[in-house]
């Protein structure tokens, strides 16, 4: 567990301590395979797994207009796809950001 687990448990409640523990394990867990795993092979996963969060949320929300899902469900399929597009769009800007840095260098 991170040194700061218990502070940030007792300072937060159980909802740091989730967090947190979500944050370490899979560093511990898998330390092979992501020592194994690309930075581009990384960002590779992460694309998919934001395009087909989008693709569910749409298939979600077609089946709502349809009737045949709750709006509950709607709901959170949309927010999985905002939270999923935010992250890509803030990675994408980081990248952007990173690569304009290196440009500016001298050589």
Known sequence: MLPLAP???????????????SVAA?????????????????LQQFA???????????ATAIAGVE???????IVSAVMQAERD???AIALRDKA??????IS???I
């Open 48 to 58: 998919s797994g934001t395009v087909d969060s989008l693709k569910k949320s749409e």
């Open 7 to 21: 502070i940030a448990a007792a300072a937060i409640g159980p909802l740091a301590e989730t967090a947190l523990t």
């Open 85 to 87: 597009l935010h992250t």
């Open 26 to 42: 899979p560093r511990v867990a898998a330390g092979a395979q992501i020592a194994a795993a690309s930075f581009g092979d990384m």
């Open 96 to 101: 952007v950001a990173a690569y304009q840095e």
């Open 67 to 73: 009737g045949k899902t709750s709006t509950q469900n």
């Open 104 to 106: 500016r260098m001298a």
